[in-house]
């Protein structure tokens, strides 16, 4: 077939939480060196695949029921999580996790634990770090339960780049925070990829996902049901209505005194 090289590929996976199926035969790609997004709301099983892809569920008592994940060629199903990081894959999990009570610097510490790679990897994993997110050199010796919420989103993505992934799981970095964080946040996501990470972008916010992105994929309640090139599905009326908040034209007419641009996305332009 030729063509770009597949980093992670998803192949019909299916997994839940006991009797709860959240995942029902998803099946999804990233390219080497892609932006890709997954769309959805609330218990779409956004959160789940990610866990389900950095081997994580179990924490959550969830398990893979079926289908495969591979990254690089090599199946990631039946490793250990920290093999999975040893891999190239680096999730930042939902809700900007950090250990409060550990300085900034140790919490970026404890994200190359386990990571391959010798002091001087690990020292330019640091540098890039520090390089993409300054206000975490100048908080080095804090604790990060003192950093704002934004901070803490920024020590959530440098911690997962202190493993020098190949690709970076991110799970919905832009909520709850500021439009300008955000927006700050979306910029520092487009230079990590730029700089040659892979990024899998699990978000609700579908105007900040789809300007990232180059291809995305919608999850309905734990199915795949659109999927394309961002800008194709940022241009159907389907995703226009559902996920970016925007009327169709007659519609629009028909209620001209209304106002009817979404908040999100109206504050995602605000930011820009
Ligand atoms: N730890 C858990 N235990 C039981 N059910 C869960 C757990 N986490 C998520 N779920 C359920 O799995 C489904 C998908 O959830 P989730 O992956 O968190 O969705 P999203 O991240 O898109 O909001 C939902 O029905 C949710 O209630
Ligand atoms: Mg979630």
């Known amino acids: 077939m030729g063509g770009t090289a597949l980093a992670l590929e998803v192949a019909d996976l299916s997994a839940g939480y006991g009797p709860v199926r959240a995942l029902r035969r998803v099946s999804l790609e990233v390219p080497e060196g892609a932006v890709v997004t997954v769309l959805g709301g609330n218990g779409a099983g ?3 695949l990610l866990r389900a892809i950095s081997r994580t569920l179990t924490f959550h008592g969830g ?16 490793l250990a999580p920290d093999r999975v990081v040893a891999a190239g894959v680096s999730q930042v999990p939902e809700g900007r996790q950090v250990f409060a009570r550990m300085t900034v610097e140790d919490n970026l510490r404890a994200g190359a634990l386990g990571a391959r790679g010798d002091r001087a990897t690990k020292a330019a994993a640091m540098k890039r770090v520090h390089e993409l997110f300054p206000v975490l050199a100048d908080r080095a010796h804090q604790r990060a339960g003192l950093l704002s919420g934004g901070e803490q989103q920024m020590l959530a993505v440098g911690r997962a780049l202190m493993a020098s992934p190949k690709l970076l799981l991110l799970d919905e970095p832009s909520l709850g925070l500021a439009p300008l964080m955000a927006a700050r946040i979306a910029d520092t996501i487009r230079e990590i990829n730029a700089q040659g990470t892979a990024v899998l972008l699990v978000e609700q ?10 291809r995305a994929y919608v999850l ?4 795949v049901t659109l999927s394309g090139p961002a800008a194709e599905l940022a241009a159907s009326d389907e995703v226009r209505r559902r996920y970016l908040g925007v009327v169709d034209e007659e519609a629009a007419a028909d209620a001209a005194s209304a106002t009817t641009t979404h908040p999100v996305l109206s504050r995602w332009e605000e930011a820009r």
């Not at 916010?205 to 180059?214: E, P």
Request: glycine content about 18%.
């Open 205 to 214: 916010n579908a105007a900040l996902a789809l300007r990232l992105a180059s």
């Open 63 to 78: 398990a893979v029921v079926s289908g495969t994940v591979s990254f690089g060629g090599r199946a990631l199903g039946g």
């Open 46 to 48: 956004k959160s789940t």
């Open 220 to 223: 309905e309640v734990g199915e």
